[in-house]
């Protein structure tokens, strides 16, 4: 994916794992059923709501230090603890 991120030119994959695709796709078209569901940036095609309604999945959607967006995973219904501030 680094090598295909330093070409210039366009290149079409299809990725199943969307955090890679948001890390080095600057386009994504999200599919369901073959139907086009959403159409853009991956910040604007990668939202929670739109993964729960695709994928039946709860999605916790951040940002890394470097700006890149991170997708974590829960059933609906199941809460992802988050740490607390420690000290």
Same mark, same amino acid.
């Given at each position: 994916m680094d090598l295909l991120a330093?070409?210039?030119q366009t290149i079409l994959v299809a990725l199943h794992d969307l955090s890679l695709a948001a890390r080095y796709?600057?386009?994504l078209v999200?599919? #369901?059923g073959g139907t086009v569901i959403a159409?853009?940036?991956p910040g604007e095609v990668l939202t929670a709501e739109r993964l729960r309604n695709v994928f039946d999945v709860e999605a916790h959607i951040?940002?890394?230090p470097l700006g890149n967006?991170?997708?974590s995973y #829960?059933?609906?219904g199941v809460t992802i603890?988050?740490?607390g501030p420690t000290g």
């Open positions: 330093t070409t210039d796709c600057d386009r999200l599919m #369901s159409d853009g940036t951040t940002s890394d967006l991170t997708i #829960s059933r609906p603890a988050t740490p």
